[in-house]
């Protein structure tokens, strides 16, 4: 039986503690959970911006004036940012480990995960920026904008001092300024205990999804390990294919960072009514392999196993700092440390997305976010600074969200939105049917609130509510007989606040 040494690692990660088993961890996107007041301890002096005269034809040297390195959401925002401020021609390189041009990653655990019959989402269709209305930026929309990609050639090393990067192919970037965007890699099982089976599958990256349809064209038994995101998301795809699959998680009900106990209980049904098996409160001792060395079944401690030809594992992320780390880590949530305008310590380095640890001005702590919506925000918010006199602090709003079982035929269709905070105490209105909404109070104050199946009307609600944190009666709130009735109450409450 293997056991991994708990460690605290982001105030958005969440141990999913196992009674006698291996440590599983689950990304924590919401930073309440384990929350952290930290003052930012970079200082706002000296941060000039250093540059080359470069220009496109220059790009056969080794000189760039703007370098990004990462290819996932944030490097794709950022790009577009450039572009408007109509510096990328010839003056910006995208530095990439990934083959594909930067696209929405969340479409790995959704639709791109739908059976073919399905309308699967494919490349080039979700390549940034479609996921907030934007152009789709093809590998043709970066020649056209002068903007050279390097693809499957990852940094292996930075020197500070001489402001250049080297990647794996021994390539040399000399750069003015650097933004690292390399995101977060996924947390795997140690290949002792299995990890590396054949069959056995984690998602982070179109070449991940792409091996994971290739089982589940074929598969029988399905096991997802992990009840957050990524698990839930995987189980509704599974549910998709019409294979027998089961959720595995050590903890007591699905998304304990987020969801209730009673709201967990909602979704679990729901999950269990399309034939979704769970077993919680499990701890796991090893994956077990057959004579081709193929996964046939995951091994719990109790000395059971669930039969699985494929398993999914969805137990977290880790920052990607790479050879980044002389840049200047946060030891306490993890990632590249940077201020409100996403600047290291080093003059003319910026890291942003899933790697940074930021201070969240609304709750006055540092944190790191695992989301598409930081990292596209982040990446704007950055590169205007760099480009412009942009000296406004980054405000970020906590927001997540999972739309699930979307696909053609399907009987019932998820789709969740959370902002703000999970503090104090919570109010539950509505019966799933299709609504549900919860209220986190803490103080009397709303701090955070999390709304299924609301209309476009009520989810463009939400963060007005969580950002304003408005004063409201929790009583009269609890007696609401509908999540329309609820958010008239929440919503009156602004109203009354913006009157005085």
Not at 31 to 58: G, H, K
Request: glycine content about 8%; aromatic content about 10%; overall charge neutral.
């Amino acid at each position: 039986m293997y056991s991994v040494r708990k460690v605290t690692m982001a105030s958005i990660s969440n141990a999913l503690s196992l009674k006698h088993g291996l440590s599983l961890w689950c990304p924590q996107s919401t930073p309440s959970v384990n929350r952290i007041s930290q003052p930012c301890s970079i200082s706002s002096t000296n941060f000039r911006r250093r540059s080359f005269s470069v220009s496109a034809s220059s790009f056969a040297n080794e000189n760039r004036e703007f370098v990004i390195v990462g290819g996932g959401n944030a490097a794709g925002y950022a790009a577009r940012t450039f572009v408007e401020h109509g510096m990328a021609d010839g003056k910006l390189c995208i530095v990439s480990k990934e083959a594909y041009a930067p696209y929405e990653r969340p479409a790995l655990t959704k639709g791109y995960l739908f059976p073919h019959d399905k309308k699967p989402a494919r490349l080039p269709g979700f390549h940034t920026c479609v996921g907030s209305g934007g152009e789709r930026q093809t590998p043709d929309w970066y020649k056209e904008k002068g903007i050279e990609m390097l693809h499957e050639d990852p940094v292996s090393d930075i020197d500070i001092e001489k402001q250049t990067l080297k990647t794996s192919s021994g390539k040399l970037l000399k750069f003015g300024s650097l933004i690292i965007a390399t995101g977060c890699t996924a947390s795997r099982f140690p290949d002792k205990i299995g990890g590396n089976l054949s069959g056995v599958h984690y998602v982070r990256d179109v070449a991940d999804a792409n091996s994971l349809i290739s089982s589940l064209e074929k598969a029988k038994k399905v096991v997802v390990v992990g009840g957050g995101y990524i698990g839930m998301e995987v189980a509704a795809a599974a549910v998709a294919w019409k294979v027998d699959t089961t959720i595995i998680f050590p903890e007591e009900h699905l998304m304990t960072r987020l969801f209730t106990p009673s709201l967990a209980q909602k979704y679990e049904q729901l999950y269990q009514d399309f034939g979704v098996k769970f077993v919680k409160g499990a701890s796991i001792s090893n994956l077990e392999a057959g004579s081709d060395g193929h996964v046939v079944g995951v091994k719990l401690a109790n000395g059971s196993i669930i039969e699985a030809d494929t398993v999914v594992v969805g137990i977290g992320a880790k920052p990607a700092v790479g050879p980044f780390e002389s840049v200047g880590l946060n030891t306490t949530v993890g990632g590249i440390q940077v201020d409100g305008l996403f600047r290291t310590s080093i003059p003319g380095i910026f890291a942003i997305g899933d790697v940074a640890a930021f201070p969240l001005k609304i709750y006055d702590r540092t944190t790191r976010v695992e989301h598409v919506d930081h990292a596209r925000r982040s990446a704007q918010h950055c590169v205007k600074s760099l480009l412009t006199a942009h000296t406004d602090t980054y405000d970020y709003l906590p927001y997540f969200y999972s739309r699930v079982f979307e696909y053609e035929g399907s009987p019932r269709k998820v789709w969740w939105q959370f902002f703000g905070d999970n503090v104090g105490e919570t109010v539950e209105i509505g019966n799933f049917d299709p609504k549900v909404a919860t209220f986190w109070i803490d103080s009397g104050k709303l701090k955070g609130v999390l709304l299924e199946s609301g209309s476009p009307e009520e989810f463009q609600l939400l963060p007005k509510i969580a950002r304003s944190q408005p004063f409201v009666d929790k009583a009269k709130l609890e007696k609401a007989s509908s999540v329309e009735e609820a958010l008239e109450i929440v919503q009156s409450s602004l109203k009354v606040e913006a009157a005085v």
